[in-house]
């Protein structure tokens, strides 16, 4: 494929199973795998079912160091510094695992109230394990600017703050946030910075050397074209002796990239594909699918916010390749989560059921947001069937409350 040839929109589908009929605005959630690079992982499994012993203890290894080595050099990072794991999930709850080491009891887990649920939950789990607390800054959605998200964690910064987590791109309300002034906060005062670049890599340059957070985990599966399960670990040199895998095997004590490339029996291709998801990156012109993606975002945002109407969620600086509106949905400030939770999901399900669009939307706060992608197998005509259709449902829904 030459890249010079490239026609970005609903033409490229033919490079993925996505079915047909469907409007697919949700490439964010778990990514879309094209069809070269499930081939390539199929041929890394028969690889290894054609004599699994020889494969695990002699190919495996140099494989995945390899595999390593090559997305390291996107990431702008030292391969000695990068590791594999499954998600950006496992990534967080590897990091704030391992800080049981130093963890003390009344110390601070610091976020912010965009944080993604399941890393919430993680913090949760390991304070309660070591009598830490976690506090999450409220952040207000629709956001004010990127000064402020960082002033807003700033201020909330103590002697009792141990550790750090922020989104690069946040999960339920897809802003850019300002991570490098908030890594140069936490260094001024001692504090662990972990990033949560879940949705970054293939979204924004990252350049994780200069970054220099303590801790900066992402995946690989959502904008680079890799196959589930596939993410990374970055982890700041003077930081890799506290840093250990979830599950310790024979590499525990080695090193930091000897406890990760081994931790027993699994299917290691998502991991080795990784590379394959990365040519197919370059295949569709990389900075160019980038621009394309994200002014075609910016467009969809626009004429959503036109037929709602709603004000600027965000200043239109903090978007990268998604856009999440608030809905005009008013809920009664003391509805139950569940009940806003349930609320959000008969709208979604309308949506998909009736018209075979798929998007998220979720409660956040007392507010019903709804959040769309854009990729390059998207067009403006995809957000356009759904902007046919939402406020009707919009106002449906509204009359069942």
Not at 28 to 56: D, K
Not at 256 to 263: G, H, N, P, V
Request: net charge negative; glycine share 6%.
């Amino acid at each position: 494929m030459n890249t010079q040839d490239i026609v970005y929109g609903a033409a490229l589908r033919t490079h993925w199973d996505l079915r047909s009929d469907m409007t697919f605005l949700n490439n964010a959630s778990f990514g879309a795998t094209p069809r070269v690079v499930m081939q390539a992982q199929s041929e890394w499994r028969a690889r290894m079912e054609r004599q699994p012993v020889e494969f695990v203890m002699r190919t495996q290894g140099p494989a995945v160091r390899a595999a390593a080595e090559e997305m390291a050099a996107f990431l702008g990072a030292d391969s000695q510094d990068v590791a594999f794991v499954d998600n950006a999930s496992m990534g967080v709850s590897t990091v704030v695992h391992s800080l049981l080491s130093v963890l003390k009891p009344g110390d601070e887990l610091l976020t912010t109230t965009h944080v993604y649920n399941a890393v919430r939950q993680t913090m949760k789990h390991v304070a309660a394990l070591c009598g830490a607390v976690v506090k999450e800054v409220e952040v207000p959605f629709p956001l004010v600017s990127a000064d402020d998200v960082r002033a807003r964690l700033r201020a909330e910064m103590t002697s009792r703050t141990r550790f750090v987590i922020v989104d690069h791109i946040t999960s339920p309300t897809g802003c850019i946030f300002p991570v490098e002034g908030i890594i140069e906060d936490c260094r001024e005062r001692g504090i662990l910075v972990m990033i949560d670049g879940a949705h970054a890599p293939g979204m924004v340059p990252l350049n994780l050397t200069t970054l220099d957070a303590d801790w900066y985990t992402g995946n690989f599966h959502k904008w680079m074209y890799a196959p589930k399960g596939s993410a990374f670990l970055w982890t700041r040199r003077d930081r890799q002796h506290m840093t250990h895998p979830l599950v310790p095997s024979h590499g525990y004590g080695q090193g930091y990239t000897a406890e990760f490339d081994f931790i027993g029996t699994k299917d290691w291709s998502a991991y080795t594909c990784a590379v394959d998801g990365l040519r197919f990156y370059e295949r569709m012109g990389a900075q160019t699918a980038v621009e394309y993606n994200r002014s075609l975002n910016r467009a969809a945002r626009h004429a959503l916010l036109a037929a709602l109407p709603q004000p600027e969620p965000c200043p239109v600086s903090m978007l990268g390749f998604l856009s999440t509106v608030v809905l005009p949905i008013d809920l009664p400030p003391d509805m139950p989560a569940a009940e806003r939770m349930a609320v959000s999901l008969k709208l979604h399900d309308r949506l998909w059921d009736d018209h075979a669009i798929e998007v998220p939307v979720m409660a956040f706060g007392t507010d019903i947001l709804l959040r769309t992608a854009s990729h390059v197998f998207n067009e403006q005509s995809d957000y356009d069937r759904l902007i046919a259709v939402l406020p009707a449902l919009i106002n449906e829904l509204r009359a069942q409350l």
